[in-house]
């Protein structure tokens, strides 16, 4: 089938509906075959209950969704192992059942209809408030940042910890992997006011970045990961070359804290939300730093801004609303409220587009909510405390979120869609 840690397997209703018919109709001509009676007996006669049980499929099998690829090969195939079907596509065997399967073979296919934001593993290394969360280019390895002054590498597959970053001599809020998956970038407060460039290899420090006069509250890598970009509460956006931590052009045309930066995906802009006086986004020219549009529409501090896949939109948390706003001319779209819950600290946007999630230190939550109309999705309610920070996985499946006081955790988070199409790699769930 290829590389299976990046492919994603799907299949249409429609295929997956009129193989479960042939296979019915097989069963019963063999069926019909003994009483010689094919031409009464047809396919027909029996009810799509009683052939979604003669195929194994179960009643589950007359909710499946829209799977897509119209390039999936299908094969029927019988598997003595178990009592239901199992049927071969693209060389995977894909299963059906409602519970989470046990022992699963690697590149085994399963049918899942369990609900989504339910909790993967949870990482509990830092001994303070889990400030911000980053995941790596590859899928591999999330990363976060901590009021203790650390960057902790945590393995996506089970949540176990990698190296520790302790070069900070402050709190670290910000965090951002590099496009290439070779340095990790993280910005600190307080005492070192710092951006440092850290191996993903074994963690060490690279180039440190002294540019900023007050605390670094935020970094994002371009797209081409030729510029770090870092906002901080001496009120400017500043670019810094990635090979060797100078500093490329200033933006200063704020008058209050940059609390949030997000780089587009088109290499052509950058966006920064501000906070406390303003209560603004702004867009900044990548090439030479100046002022585009300013959106000033939200009523809080723009605690979290993420840029949309396709350029087409960027996305602001502030109080207790999520905006959607227009890259082209920086007017406002949808509005997603939170209903009096408060304190929105980020937004981040899932990799496929289609969902963009957000958390309020608030009410503990994370919320999924549609690109399309900006309608809320799936609820994820496993902390018990203020959830600072979070972040997407590459393939959309998992969101990772960060949390302060008694917690300190790492969640992951599952996004997958009840009645998706999911495959075990041999060490996590891809879909």
């Known amino acids: 089938m290829g590389d299976t840690d990046d492919e994603i397997v799907r299949i249409k209703e429609s295929a997956l509906n009129d193989l479960i018919e042939e296979k019915a109709k097989e069963r019963l001509q063999n069926r019909n075959d003994d009483t010689k009676d094919t031409a009464t007996k047809g396919f027909h006669s029996i009810s799509r209950r009683q052939f979604l049980k003669y195929t194994g499929l179960g009643i589950s099998g007359i909710t499946l969704p829209s799977l897509v ?33 046990s022992g699963p073979d690697p590149n085994d296919l399963w049918y899942l209809t ?23 280019p590859n899928g591999d390895y999330v990363y976060s940042g901590s009021y203790d002054e650390e960057v902790h ?124 006086s303003e209560n603004e986004v702004h867009q900044i020219s990548v090439s030479d730093g100046s002022q585009g549009w300013t959106y000033s529409s939200n009523t809080g501090p723009v ?6 896949v396709n ?14 706003i227009n890259v082209s001319d ?22 496929n587009g289609n969902y963009v999630y957000c958390c309020s230190s608030d009410d503990n939550d994370v919320h999924q909510i549609s690109v399309s109309d900006g309608s809320g999705g799936w609820v994820y309610t496993g902390h018990s405390t203020s959830v600072e920070d979070i972040a997407v ?21 599952s996004s997958i869609n009840e009645g998706s199409m999911v495959y075990w790699d041999g060490s996590n769930w891809r879909g």
């Open 153 to 276: 590498q945590i393995s996506v597959s089970d949540g176990s910890g990698g190296w520790v970053y302790t070069g900070h001599s402050g709190e670290v809020y910000g965090v951002a992997a590099g496009v290439n998956g070779e340095y990790v970038y993280s910005g600190g407060g307080y005492t070192d006011e710092e951006v440092h460039q850290i191996s993903v290899s074994d963690g060490s420090g690279g180039w440190v970045y002294t540019g900023h006069s007050d605390d670094v509250r935020d970094v994002a890598v371009g797209p081409n990961g030729d510029y770090v970009y870092s906002g901080s509460y001496d009120e400017e956006v500043h670019q810094i070359n990635v090979s060797d931590g100078s500093q490329g052009w200033t933006y200063s045309g704020h008058s209050s804290s940059s609390l949030s930066v997000a780089a587009g995906p088109n290499s052509d802009y950058v966006y920064s939300g501000f906070g406390f």
């Open 303 to 308: 605690r979290g801004v993420a840029a949309g």
């Open 330 to 351: 920086g007017s406002q779209g949808w509005t997603y409220s939170r209903n009096s819950v408060f304190d929105l600290e980020d937004v981040a946007v899932g990799p």
């Open 393 to 413: 996985g590459t393939n959309g499946d998992y969101v990772y979120s960060g949390s302060q006081n008694s917690e300190n955790e790492v969640h992951q988070i």
């Open 311 to 324: 350029g087409d939109y960027v996305y602001s948390a502030a109080d207790e609303e999520v905006h959607q």
């Open 114 to 136: 369990e609900n989504n934001s339910v909790q993967g593993w949870v990482y509990t290394g830092h001994s303070e408030i889990v400030a911000v969360v980053a995941v790596g």
């Open 69 to 101: 690829s119209a390039q999936s090969i299908i094969q029927p195939q019988e598997d003595g192992v178990s009592e239901i079907d199992a049927f071969s596509v693209n060389g995977h065997r894909l299963w059906v059942q409602s519970d989470e399967p």
